[in-house]
């Protein structure tokens, strides 16, 4: 399974029942970095949620292993948050979170990256 | 008691109830009057506080206002003083330059007895005893002079005093001679002198003449895959690639525009969110200046030198008017005060101008620099629009990777709803189809 199948199976929501599927997501998603150490990773990735109102964006929490979908009103983790308004741009299919930068991956797979946000 | 004695304690007692209640009743209406008083008092507060709020804005900006007009005065005093000291310093500096290309068209016309100009260019070497074009015209002259002695030692010595300008000098009035080989020579010294990583500035200069065919197409082919080869062995560099990126979108930022006093002046009296509207409206605005600047780099006419000569004393002049390395703390300084003096005193405006525009007058830098500089920069860097054409397209990658940086922390940085404040009054709107709500609210 693709790093960006897998990310937009996060909508599919079946892995909310199944933890093994749940698992096999973020193993993945974790596996797109494998040159990467683990503090070299990104903490987690942003994206925005097709599951329809009152849902608007979704986390997958590399670091914590769980996937969140978040309300239009409810906040995510800070750390998360600040990429909100670009998780729910058009332009981008989703957003790596970093300690020091995120990287919003484009439509056409270009890569924006944006420090200290 | 008897039965009137006990009517009577009654009536008594009536008409003490009677007065408890009058009191309670004056006592009630005292209330009233302490509560509108409370209440004329609370709004008394509330309009203080706004009126406060007023003023500190007001002289928030007044502060704001004194500091740009002290800052834009004290700019003006500077600047005078600055320039005296370049004068007084290097006032010299620039009669070289200014003679340097005349004494080569009149020596063509041979307008200028030998002897003359020799003894014009023996002034200057002794006046600017460290200054490279002194020497490399005093090369010049005993050449044309056909004194090779003299000619041999103050060669050595240009050489020693700046090798890659001495030698892209005689490049390029061997090719103005029409003496090709020893053109492509001095041209060969000059390349092996440059480190891609730590570049002298006049490589603009250089790029300029290849570019513009100066050297002929031989020297081109040969210079332009000098130039591939430099780029690959930076490309090579960790950082270097999100440099040039970083780079290009710190140039390409600076094009924002202001946004008009006069603009949405409803926002920015009722809404504490202004700013960073502002900020995302200009923002917004950058992206067809931006579209708009690389569109008339590349559909407006370039202006084609009419003849190689013309084009080699163009580049000789672009080569001899830049200012020499011991000139530039000054030329730094003059610079950021014509900035300050160009942005009213706005510092932080010209601050962030002076960040990204000089860069263009750093002694030393990386080719991958050059290349901005040429394109952004023509006025500083000396280039003509061909080799900013160059410069683009070769720097294509790291503009569209720079300027998508950019648009995306714009669009990371839009509010996501904005604040309406009138007087003790607060709501939001996300995107404007609050209206009805809110105005119900209000």
């Known amino acids: ?117 | 008691m008897s039965d009137s004695g006990i009517s009577a304690a009654f009536s008594a007692l009536d008409r003490n109830i009677s007065t408890v209640n009058d009191n309670l009743r004056i006592v009630n209406d005292n209330i009233d009057r302490v509560d509108n008083k409370v209440s004329v008092v609370a709004q008394l507060q509330s309009n203080t506080r706004d009126e406060l709020s007023q003023l500190s804005d007001a002289f928030a900006e007044f502060v704001a206002e004194y500091r740009r007009k002290s800052d834009w005065q004290l700019a003006q005093t500077q600047i005078v003083e600055v320039r005296q000291k370049l004068e007084k310093e290097f006032g010299y500096h620039d009669e070289v330059r200014d003679t340097a290309i005349g004494l080569l068209q009149a020596s063509d016309l041979g307008l200028v007895r030998e002897d003359s100009a020799r003894k014009k260019v023996e002034d200057f070497v002794m006046s600017c005893p460290k200054y490279w074009l002194a020497a490399t015209l005093s090369a010049l002259v005993n050449w044309l002079a056909d004194l090779r002695e003299l000619a041999d030692k103050a060669l050595a010595e240009a050489l020693k005093r700046h090798d890659s300008k001495s030698s892209l000098f005689f490049a390029l009035v061997c090719r103005r001679a029409h003496r090709d080989e020893a053109s492509v020579r001095w041209l060969e010294r000059y390349f092996q002198n440059q480190n891609p990583s730590a570049m002298q500035r006049e490589v603009a200069a250089m790029l300029d003449a290849v570019v513009n065919g100066a050297f002929g197409g031989g020297a081109l082919t040969t210079s332009l895959a000098v130039i591939d080869s430099w780029l690959e062995e930076l490309e090579e560099q960790p950082g270097f690639a999100d440099e040039q990126r970083a780079r290009w979108a710190e140039a390409l930022d600076v094009m924002k525009p202001h946004v008009a006093a006069t603009e949405y002046l409803t926002l920015r009296q009722y809404s504490p969110t202004w700013i960073r509207l502002e900020r995302a409206l200009s923002a917004a605005r950058r992206n067809q200046v931006v579209h708009d600047f690389f569109e008339r780099l590349f559909n407006g006419e370039t202006v084609v030198p009419p003849s190689l000569e013309a084009t080699i004393d163009f580049i000789l002049k672009t080569l001899v008017e830049e200012f020499d390395e011991e000139e530039l703390p000054l030329r730094r300084e003059l610079a950021k005060l014509e900035l300050i003096i160009a942005e009213k005193g706005d510092q932080d405006v010209a601050d962030s101008r002076y960040t990204s525009e000089v860069k263009a007058l750093r002694e030393v830098t990386n080719f991958g620099e050059i290349l901005t500089n040429a394109a952004m920069y023509p006025e500083r860097s000396g280039t003509t629009e061909a080799t900013r054409r160059y410069a683009v397209s070769r720097s294509q990658a790291w503009i569209v990777a720079g300027f998508s940086d950019l648009v995306a922390r714009d669009r990371a940085a839009i509010p996501q709803r904005v604040e309406l404040k009138a007087g003790s009054w607060t709501g939001y709107s996300s995107d404007g189809t609050e209206e009805v709500s809110l105005v119900g609210d209000c």
Request: charge should be negative; aromatic fraction near 8%; charged fraction near 20%.
């Open chain 1, 1 to 117: 399974m693709g790093y960006i199948d897998a990310m937009k199976r996060l909508d599919a929501g079946s892995h909310h029942e199944n933890r093994a599927e749940l698992d096999a997501l973020i193993q993945a998603i974790a596996g797109e970095f494998p040159e990467l150490t683990i503090e070299q990773r990104p903490l987690g990735i942003v994206g925005a949620c097709y599951l329809g109102a009152p849902y608007e964006v979704h986390i997958c929490d590399l670091a914590g292993g769980i996937v969140e979908h978040f309300e239009r009103s409810r906040a995510m983790p800070p750390q998360f948050e600040r990429a909100r308004s670009l998780a729910v741009h058009p332009s981008y299919v989703f957003i790596e979170i970093y300690p020091d930068c995120v990287r919003a991956v484009g439509v056409g797979g270009a890569v924006s990256v944006i420090d200290n946000l």
